[in-house]
């Protein structure tokens, strides 16, 4: 769901240049960074249907009833809890990934928004310009020259690649649902966050069902390349299409 989540928030961004320019005769066309070849598409459309239903019949509702019975003050609140915790492994991340300078100040973000932020609860970091630079361990494999494989849609999960996919189980050990020392807290915990994530991009998901000819495409690219640009820290390479007909742009590790 946070993947999913990520890849709808790229998605509203992208709206804005979703209609390009026709091709103009005898000019060669530029491969999109975002366009990967997706050996297994026809299995991931099927997931991705699925995932939808799944979203429509249950995730979606419950999100609207949360969004309209739970103050917007409390799910900011929420957030920036979670949010702090989260950064914790943000900042382990980018330790890494050899980038001592950004984890010292996600660190410092941490410190101050857990002390002077009430745990978290007040955001006072971004207003000191302790900025959050989200990082996971699939970015920091990305880092250390681990392509990203095929892009695949993992059930309930949603968009994903091979080495994201492998990379999940280790970011869920760190993640705010594995601090209750209960499965009910865990539980809990769990349903809040997909919860917020998910009331967070109501209004996203209805604006990607107006502009999107193809869902699962547009969806698939805005993913795609919003990870290249994560593991590349803004300034990713041009994509390099090797012999079996696509590739992850990541030949050499970020700096």
Same mark, same amino acid.
């Given at each position: 769901m946070k993947r999913l989540a990520a890849a709808l928030a790229v998605t509203a961004l992208a709206t804005g240049c979703a209609t390009a320019p026709a091709p103009v005769p005898g000019e060669a066309t530029p491969q999109r960074a975002a366009s990967p070849a997706d050996p297994w598409e026809n299995w991931n459309r099927k997931v991705f249907a699925f995932n939808d239903q799944v979203d429509e019949a249950v995730v979606r509702p419950v999100a609207e009833a949360y969004r309209d019975h739970v %103050?917007?003050? #409390? =799910?900011?609140?929420?957030? +920036? #809890?979670?949010?702090n915790i989260r950064d914790v492994w943000s900042a382990a991340n980018q330790f890494l990934q050899g980038k001592p300078a950004d984890g010292l100040e996600m660190s410092? =973000?941490?410190?101050?928004?857990?002390?002077?932020?009430?745990?978290?609860l007040l955001d006072w970091g971004t207003e000191l310009r302790l900025e959050r630079r989200s990082e996971d361990f699939g970015q920091t494999l990305g880092v250390w020259g681990a392509g990203a494989g095929p892009y695949v849609v993992l059930p309930l999960l949603g968009p994903s690649s091979v080495r994201d996919g492998l990379s999940w %189980?280790?970011?869920r050990v760190f993640a705010p649902s594995r601090l209750p020392q209960t499965d009910a807290g865990s539980y809990t915990v769990l349903?809040?966050?997909?919860? +917020?994530? =998910?009331?967070d991009l109501l209004e996203t998901t209805q604006l990607l069902d107006r #502009?999107?000819?193809d869902r699962y495409s547009f969806v698939r690219d805005a993913y795609l390349s919003r990870r290249l640009d994560q593991v590349y820290d803004g300034a990713p390479p041009l994509v390099d299409y090797d012999d079996d007909g696509y590739g992850d742009g990541e030949a050499a590790p970020a700096q």
């Open positions: %103050p917007q003050i #409390v =799910r900011t609140g929420i957030g +920036n #809890v979670l949010g410092a =973000r941490v410190l101050v928004n857990t002390t002077m932020g009430l745990f978290g %189980p280790v970011d349903a809040t966050e997909l919860l +917020n994530a =998910r009331s #502009v999107a000819l």
